[in-house]
């Protein structure tokens, strides 16, 4: 079953371009459901609608969350999709299982302030000048651009040589798309350059390897890591002040998504700039709209005040 399995994440990769990270959960999720079925004697040849669903059950009982339990099911569904496609099973197990509706969790909206402070901790924090320009290009592209974290991190650095207006980034699925950079991030990147290249060429002047990456590293990618990151925000969050459980490189993304609505972007263009498919994946962000029309209404409209400030009013 794991040999069948592999094969399944190799037609990922290679029809739709997905992630590794993507195919990486594919597989902790399917090897988990190939774990079930071995305990239960059963095979992808044989198993029923009703064992699958027994298998969510069992999810439940363990206290998995719903999002978790979600996403197994649309893994397995799409592995059986491949399973019968490919001709190894006539029937699709999967078909009539439907997983329960989940609400939208609205992200954490931060504030332009909130945002402000990260920026001013990202800027003066480093130990040298070098980290210091780089730790401001991380948060200033991050936050002028609002692409994800593992784009960020392996973009070339030719992308943004030349002092572009854009830059293109390759997303998810190998989608290419243009995001604009503002005057700040633009002037970040070219303060960030210079010092990453004359330490670049201080390693192959002694003989090393250059990299393509705009941040480089030692490591096994040649970049820093999305987890690097994740670490370095939460710190920043903490000496800023803020409520670093609630920081990570993915609540920046939403607040650029947030700010930009909130002044008037169309939902269009912003599901462009994120590099959204489906521009309901980008309707979430409305609930700032929303919370900006309740305010409106509560602060102004006579209706709206309370019983007593009502009554003085009439009076």
């Given at each position: 079953m794991?040999?069948?399995?592999?094969?399944?994440?190799?037609?990922?990769a290679?029809?739709?371009?997905?992630?590794?990270n993507?195919?990486?959960?594919?597989a902790?999720?399917l090897k988990?459901?190939?774990?079930?079925?071995?305990?239960?004697?059963?095979?992808?040849?044989?198993?029923?609608?009703?064992?699958i669903?027994d298998y969510?059950?069992?999810l439940?009982?363990?206290?998995?969350?719903?999002?978790?339990?979600?996403?197994?099911?649309?893994?397995?569904?799409q592995?059986?999709?491949?399973?019968?496609?490919?001709?190894?099973?006539?029937?699709?197990?999967?078909?009539?299982i439907?997983?329960a509706?989940?609400?939208?969790?609205?992200?954490?909206?931060f504030s332009?302030?909130?945002v402000?402070?990260?920026?001013?901790?990202?800027?003066?924090?480093?130990?040298?000048?070098?980290?210091?320009?780089?730790?401001?290009?991380?948060?200033?592209?991050?936050?002028?651009?609002?692409?994800?974290?593992?784009e960020?991190?392996?973009l070339?650095?030719?992308?943004?040589?030349?002092?572009?207006?854009m830059?293109?980034?390759?997303?998810?699925?190998?989608?290419?798309r243009?995001?604009?950079?503002?005057?700040?991030?633009?002037t970040?990147?070219?303060?960030?350059?210079f010092?990453?290249?004359?330490?670049?060429?201080?390693?192959?002047?002694?003989g090393?390897?250059?990299?393509?990456?705009?941040?480089?590293s030692s490591?096994?990618?040649?970049h820093?890591?999305?987890?690097?990151?994740?670490?370095?925000?939460?710190?920043w969050?903490?000496?800023a002040?803020?409520?670093?459980?609630?920081?990570?490189p993915?609540?920046?993304?939403?607040?650029?998504?947030?700010?930009?609505?909130?002044?008037?972007?169309?939902?269009?263009?912003?599901?462009?700039?994120?590099?959204?498919?489906?521009?309901?994946t980008?309707?979430?962000?409305?609930?700032?709209?929303d919370?900006k029309?309740?305010?409106?209404?509560q602060?102004?409209h006579?209706?709206?005040?309370?019983?007593?400030?009502?009554?003085?009013?009439?009076?």
């Open positions: 794991l040999k069948t399995v592999a094969l399944f994440l190799d037609s990922k290679a029809e739709t371009g997905a992630a590794q993507t195919l990486e959960a594919y902790r999720d988990d459901f190939v774990t079930w079925c071995s305990a239960k004697s059963s095979s992808f040849e044989t198993i029923q609608k009703s064992e669903e969510l059950i069992d439940d009982a363990q206290g998995l969350a719903q999002s978790t339990r979600q996403r197994r099911l649309s893994a397995i569904k592995f059986f999709q491949f399973y019968c496609e490919e001709g190894l099973r006539a029937d699709n197990p999967t078909l009539l439907k997983g509706s989940s609400k939208r969790k609205l992200p954490h909206s332009v302030d909130e402000d402070a990260l920026l001013h901790v990202a800027q003066t924090a480093g130990k040298n000048v070098y980290e210091r320009a780089r730790d401001t290009c991380l948060m200033q592209i991050l936050y002028a651009t609002g692409m994800r974290i593992t960020m991190m392996s070339p650095a030719s992308a943004v040589r030349g002092t572009p207006d830059i293109l980034i390759r997303g998810k699925g190998s989608k290419e243009l995001v604009p950079l503002s005057p700040d991030a633009k970040a990147i070219e303060t960030w350059l010092h990453r290249d004359k330490k670049e060429d201080e390693r192959m002047s002694k090393m390897t250059g990299s393509k990456f705009l941040f480089p490591g096994k990618l040649g820093l890591t999305r987890h690097w990151f994740f670490q370095k925000i939460k710190q969050a903490r000496e002040g803020l409520n670093a459980e609630l920081i990570s993915h609540a920046i993304r939403h607040a650029f998504a947030s700010h930009l609505l909130a002044n008037g972007a169309d939902l269009r263009i912003i599901q462009t700039l994120l590099g959204h498919a489906d521009v309901a980008t309707e979430i962000y409305t609930h700032v709209v919370e029309l309740h305010v409106l209404v602060d102004h006579p209706l709206a005040a309370s019983p007593s400030a009502k009554k003085q009013s009439l009076d």
